[in-house]
């Protein structure tokens, strides 16, 4: 087939028939969002979702009044569907920008500045002119403007995934139509909504295909991160918010590898706090989980980021510190014990929280292993106990 029999036939396909698609696609879109939103397991940004379907909803309805036009009321078909369509599209940026962590406050503000400006602007032009080939060119500006910050965004983000940056220039692409459609649309007398030619039947197609990857898309990354954040909190301890006993273990048997065939020594501490069931049993098991969240906040706070924390189990947690020596571990295991001894609970500041801590350190031997290091810490925290508590002790 030729290219000019391709552009005669794209030329005659039937607007309306293109609207139905896009007001299925829509109603699609928003069912799949809204069954996601409700039987996802993770809560990332949930808010997120159900504003896009939610925006699914109204798009889908401002074109089934655009494709009544003539059955009904023109304020309700032109005015009111093409208003819709401006608020759709707002919202649907205002999800990209809030997907976007690093996207400053001044972004939604004009974003929202130029949705209310294109919504005053088609009704002004609407009230004083009502003429159609007008009316197409300010709703084509206007959808225009409400797009075009967020995916150049997307587009010139450096942080944005390759998939994201895809989604930006498909958008451009159709926004770049979409402006060469309002230009013409001023210049030709004769256009309205339902004109078929080769503009305005590439708009429409180009805001399908907007449509089903902007929706796909959507959904893809948002599954992507809400998997990711269910990953990475499967390896935390659901109280305390710290690396678990599970994925502790696994990382440390990378670091004991990396420390043997480096030869560099590691440093196991042990802490358990002190007569942590007789605070439970005095003010509560609700003060018991404070007291354990805020022992972890204190024990992963006084780590460097490369070496290892974790809750190991009831009121004990265990560290392990690359590349640090018996002298260089106590340093650190008496600054934890003199923090946690300073804390002050306003619930009942009359409890004083104090911990034990046994060290171990050595360089790794290929007859040992993990478990070896942590019965060694272990032990010492048993002397540490020993000796009154409130104690470091290596051994």
Request: net charge neutral; proline share 1%.
């Amino acid at each position: 087939m030729s290219f000019q029999k391709l552009f005669e036939v794209l030329a005659d396909l039937d607007i309306k028939t293109l609207i139905g698609v896009l007001i299925w696609g829509n109603l699609t879109f928003a069912v799949l969002t809204l069954r996601f939103y409700y039987y996802h397991e993770s809560d990332y940004k949930k808010d997120l979702i159900l504003r896009f379907g939610i925006a699914k909803i109204i798009q889908a309805t401002a074109w089934v009044l655009l494709f009544l036009r003539g059955n009904i009321s023109h304020t309700l078909s032109v005015c009111f569907g093409n208003i819709l369509l401006f608020v759709s599209f707002n919202l649907d940026s205002l999800v990209i920008l809030r997907m976007n962590k690093k996207t400053k406050i001044i972004w939604f503000r004009l974003q929202n500045v130029l949705l209310a400006l294109s919504v005053i602007s088609f009704a002004l032009f609407e009230l004083l002119l009502g003429l159609g080939n007008v009316r197409i060119a300010i709703a084509s500006l206007g959808v225009f403007f409400v797009l075009v910050i967020p995916n150049m965004l997307n587009i010139t983000n450096s942080q944005s995934s390759k998939f994201e940056k895809f989604l930006g220039y498909v958008s451009l692409s159709f926004l770049i139509l979409l402006l060469a459609r309002a230009l013409y649309s001023l210049f030709d007398n004769d256009v309205s909504l339902f004109t078929g030619n080769l503009l305005q039947t590439g708009t429409f197609l180009l805001l399908i295909l907007f449509m089903f990857v902007n929706g796909t898309g959507f959904l893809l990354v948002m599954y992507e991160r809400s998997y990711e954040l269910l990953k990475a909190s499967s390896n935390l301890d659901p109280l305390t918010q710290i690396y678990n006993r599970r994925y502790f273990m696994n990382r440390a048997e990378a670091y004991y590898e990396r420390a043997l065939r480096d030869q560099k020594s590691l440093s196991f501490l042990f802490i358990d706090i002190d007569h942590f069931k007789k605070a439970n049993d005095t003010y509560g098991h609700l003060f018991g989980d404070e007291v354990l969240k805020t022992v972890a906040k204190v024990v992963s706070e006084s780590v460097r980021p490369l070496d290892l924390s974790c809750r190991y189990g009831g009121e004990e947690f265990l560290i392990l510190l690359h590349d640090t020596n018996n002298e260089q571990a106590e340093l650190v295991g008496n600054r934890i014990r003199e923090k946690i001894q300073n804390l002050t609970f306003e619930e009942n500041p009359d409890y004083k929280c104090t911990v034990s801590v046994g060290i171990y350190s050595g360089i790794p031997e290929r007859e040992k292993n993990i478990q070896y290091y942590i019965d060694n810490a272990d032990r010492a925290l048993y002397k540490a106990k020993e000796s009154g508590r409130n104690c470091v002790i290596c051994v």
